[in-house]
C-alpha cells in the first residue's frame, strides 16, 4: 500500500466528516462566492484546523478566486491544497547525521509516546542504525518494561532505572552507553505529566544541559506526540511543550480513528514546526513519514 493509500484509508474518518463536507460544499459548485466561501470555512473549523487558520484560508482562497479567475470545482480544489499544504512547514526528514544523534521524545500521558518510540526505533533499526532506548519515563510504572519490550521486537539496546528515578541521570547513563556501544541514535523516553508547566521546563531544561554536557554538537531532534482524537486540546499540549522544550517537530498519533484530522494543519501552521510522522493504525509500519502534499489531497478523494 502507497502512503497516499495509507493517508487515504487512515484518514477515513476525517474523510467522512470533514472531507464530506468540504466535497458536499463543492459537489453544487456554481462560482466562488461568499457563501461557498463560507460554508467551506465552516467545513474546515469542523475538521479542527481551527477558527483563525481557516479564516486565513478562506481570505487567501477570495483572493486567488479573483486573481487567478478560478472557475471550476478542480481549480478550487486544486488552490485549496496549494494554501493548505503552503500552510505546514515542510519536513525534510529527522536530522541524525552525528554518532550518536539524540532523539527527545515529549508528550502528555496516554498520546501512544512509548508506541511511537519503539516504531520509530523499529525504523531506524531496519535502516541499519543502531538504536539505544533511554527509560526516561520513571514516575510511569509499565513505561520501561513497554519500552524494554519494544527493544527486544526491533534488536535496540534500552537504559532503564528503578521507578522514580531521576529522568536526567537516566539520560546521562544512556548517552554514557551510547558513546561506549557506538550507537546511532539514543532516543529518549519522557515523563507525560502537564500539571505543572514550571516543574515540566525545569525537568526538560535539566535534560538538555545533560545533552549538551555530555554530546555538544550532536545533531538532535525533539519531538512533540500528540492524540489527533483529543481535537482542540491538542494545540494547549503543543502550546505548552513548544514553550519547554524547542519542538523540531510532531507526531501525530491515532489519525485512524478521529474524524478531526485538520488538527495536522493547524499544529504545523501555529508551532512553524513540521509534522514529521502520523500514526494510522497499530502495526509498526503504520507510522508514516508526513507528506503534506498527499495528506491535503487525501481530504479531496
Given amino acids: 500500500m502507497s502512503f497516499f493509500e495509507k493517508i487515504r484509508e487512515g484518514l477515513k474518518k476525517t474523510k467522512e466528516a ?35 487558520l481557516a ?80 527509560a526516561a519515563d520513571t514516575f510511569r510504572a509499565a513505561a520501561a518494561d513497554q519500552l524494554s519490550v519494544w527493544a527486544g521486537r526491533c534488536g535496540a539496546d534500552i537504559v532503564r532505572h528503578g521507578e522514580g528515578s531521576d529522568p536526567s541521570a537516566v539520560i546521562f547513563d544512556a548517552l554514557s552507553a551510547a558513546k561506549a556501544r557506538k550507537a546511532d541514535v539514543v532516543i529518549c523516553d519522557t515523563a507525560g505529566r502537564l500539571h505543572n508547566k514550571q516543574n515540566l521546563m525545569n525537568e526538560l531544561s535539566k535534560m538538555n544541559r545533560v545533552i549538551d554536557r555530555e554530546l555538544p554538537g550532536a545533531d538532535r531532534e525533539t519531538l512533540l506526540v500528540l492524540d489527533a482524537t483529543t481535537g482542540q486540546n491538542a494545540i494547549a499540549q503543543a502550546d505548552a511543550f513548544n514553550e519547554a522544550a524547542h519542538l523540531t517537530g510532531v507526531v501525530i498519533t491515532k489519525l485512524d480513528g478521529t474524524a478531526k484530522g485538520g488538527i495536522a494543519i493547524n499544529v504545523s501552521s501555529r508551532l512553524s514546526v513540521p509534522v514529521q510522522y502520523i500514526g494510522v493504525g497499530e502495526q509498526a509500519d503504520d507510522l508514516l513519514e508526513f507528506d503534506a502534499r498527499e495528506f491535503v489531497r487525501a481530504f479531496f478523494e
Avoid at 470533514?18 to 473549523?45: C, I, W, Y
Avoid at 478566486?65 to 525534510?92: F, G, H, N, P, Y
Wanted: net charge negative; glycine share 8%; hydrophobic share 45%.
Fill in 55 to 134: 479564516a486565513d484560508v478562506t481570505e487567501q482562497l477570495r483572493r486567488r478566486a479573483r486573481l487567478d479567475s478560478l472557475q471550476t470545482r478542480e481549480q478550487v480544489v486544486a488552490a485549496l491544497c496549494d494554501i493548505l499544504s503552503e500552510k505546514m512547514v515542510k519536513s525534510d526528514g529527522l536530522h541524525l547525521t552525528t554518532v550518536p544523534s539524540v532523539i527527545l521524545v515529549v508528550g502528555v500521558n496516554g498520546v501512544g509516546k512509548t508506541t511511537t518510540i519503539g516504531k520509530l526505533g523499529q525504523k531506524l533499526t531496519s535502516q541499519g542504525k543502531k538504536v539505544l532506548f533511554a
Fill in 18 to 52: 470533514a472531507g464530506g463536507q468540504l466535497n458536499a460544499v463543492l459537489s453544487n459548485f456554481r462560482s466562488v462566492d461568499e457563501e461557498l466561501l463560507e460554508e467551506l470555512e465552516d467545513a474546515m473549523v469542523m475538521a479542527d484546523m481551527g477558527a483563525a
